[in-house]
Each structure stands twice: as C-alpha cells, then as structure tokens.
C-alpha cells in the first residue's frame, strides 16, 4: 500500500503506521514547539485517530476532533464532530490540520473556521498532487493560490517539503491572527517580533 491510497478495511493502527514517519509530521512538531512555547491549548483538526497531538506534551489541553475516529488518549480530548457544525467552546491558542482540506468540499468554509477558532493555525495539504491519484481527494491539485482562495489571505511562513519514502510533496502554511508579518525561519520571526 502507498501513502496515497488508503485500504477501506485498514484499522488505525495501519493507518498511523503507514504515515509515521512523515516529514510533515516532524515540520509539524518544530513549528507547534517554537510557536507555541507558552501555549495553554491545541486542537487537531482531522486528526483520523493518528497520536502526534500527544507529542505536544507542554500544552495542557489537547484536543483531537474528527469526523469518525478521533484520537483519544489519558491526555488527549477526543470530540467526535463534524467540524462544521461543532461549536467550540474557546479559542485555540494553536490549530493543526494535517492533510485534510484537499477531502472537504467546502474548503473555503472549513479554512475560514480554522482561522476564527485559533490565534495560530499550521495547516498542511498534498502539493500539487495530479488529479486522481487519490480517490478521496476533491480539489487537487492543491497550490499556494487555492489555498489563498480558501483562506482569503497569504500565510506569515510557508514550507514546501518532500517525503523521503514516498516522494510525495507537501505543502505546510502558518497562519496568526492579527500579524501579517510574513517570516523565512523561526530566528527571523523572532527578530521581526522584537522590533
């Protein structure tokens, strides 16, 4: 099985296993350390029951919201919902939502309530991946000017990254909320932010 394809019979465990070791994920991983040292919460949208929410260990509230299988664990909240219509209760200091824009229909919508329900959100999708060659995918391929439609504005960081294994291609955009300052590195957001 590739990464692309997925099994219908596949449990999660498979799931997981076959994308464990991901780039994107460890992308991820550092942009959700240096972002959000001081963070109180965080919630992955999407998460299809994939644990990496549990490596953000410093924040104290972690959440993981998905459609059929959210992650759970002793310190993880999952909240089985349609992202849509579920109606949070707060603000997320950060989002996280992980290869799942390219399955929504209405991308538009889902981006924009990221946005409003998160001061920093990390968002990855499958760059320009050729129509087709995922059969659950509505929108590839998926570039920087479909993701501006869908999120009405540029991201502060973007990153493009390659799968080792795979070869697949991603592409990872920072959103925060009320700073339109756009960064290359995490050193230079920090001198950007001290001045």
Not at 22 to 37: D, K, M
Not at 173 to 184: A, F, K, M, Q, T
């Amino acid at each position: 099985m590739t990464e692309t394809t997925a099994k219908p019979a596949q449990t999660p465990a498979e799931y997981w296993q076959a994308r464990s070791r991901s780039i994107y994920f460890y992308a991820v991983t550092e942009l959700v350390r240096n972002l959000g040292e001081t963070a109180r919460s965080v919630i992955d949208i999407g998460s299809a029951s994939c644990p990496y929410v549990d490596w953000f260990d410093w924040i104290p509230e972690r959440t993981s919201l998905d459609l059929r299988k959210p992650y759970v664990s002793p310190t993880v909240t999952g909240i089985k919902a349609d992202f849509l219509a579920w109606a949070p209760d707060r603000r997320y200091d950060i989002a996280t939502c992980l290869q799942v824009l390219e399955h929504i229909p209405d991308a538009h919508s889902f981006a924009q309530k990221i946005l409003n329900i998160s001061k920093i959100a990390i968002v990855s999708v499958p760059y320009k991946w050729k129509p087709g060659r995922n059969s659950s995918h509505v929108h590839d391929p998926v570039d920087e000017e479909k993701m501006l439609a869908w999120f009405d504005r540029k991201p502060n960081f973007s990153l493009q990254i390659t799968e080792i294994v795979s070869g697949s291609p991603r592409l990872i955009h920072v959103y925060e909320n009320g700073s339109d300052i756009r960064w290359r590195s995490i050193s230079q957001r920090r001198k950007l932010m001290a001045s």
